[in-house]
Nanobody, 114 residues
Framework: QVQLVESGGGLVQPGGSLRLSCTSS????????VAWYRQAPGKERELVAS??????TNYADDVKGRFTMSKDLRNTAYLQMNNLKSEDTAVYYC?????????WGQGTQVTVSS
């Protein structure tokens, strides 16, 4: 059973930075794709960033240039978030594909407010 655990969320002022972590119970390289999603109150869950096993990344238009996704050599994927805006406030989720099966983490809250 694959487990994904997100961490690193919190309260930050506009313009600030946070780094989210998604730690897997197995090697991060087992996954075909690892992605970050977010869901703001009253809104649909949306894709923020994704990374293939080969390291190719894609970003939503509203985070390009501000967010960077990476992974280490073991079992963790990261989302570095800079120049945060109030509209980035949401619960952030990690999603990973093992073959055709998708796994989700429990989410971590990010609140951007002065």
């Amino acid at each position: 059973q694959v487990q994904l655990v997100e961490s690193g969320g919190g309260l930050v002022q506009p313009g600030g930075s946070l780094r989210l972590s998604c730690t897997s119970s197995g090697s991060i390289f087992n996954f075909k794709v690892v992605a970050w999603y977010r869901q703001a109150p009253g809104k649909e869950r949306e894709l923020v960033a994704s990374m293939t096993a080969g390291g190719t990344t894609n970003y939503a238009d509203d985070v390009k240039g501000r967010f960077t996704m990476s992974k280490d050599l073991r079992n963790t994927a990261y989302l570095q978030m800079n120049n945060l805006k109030s509209e980035d406030t949401a619960v952030y989720y990690c999603k990973a594909f093992l073959g055709t099966v998708a796994y989700w983490g429990q989410g971590t809250q990010v609140t951007v407010s002065s």
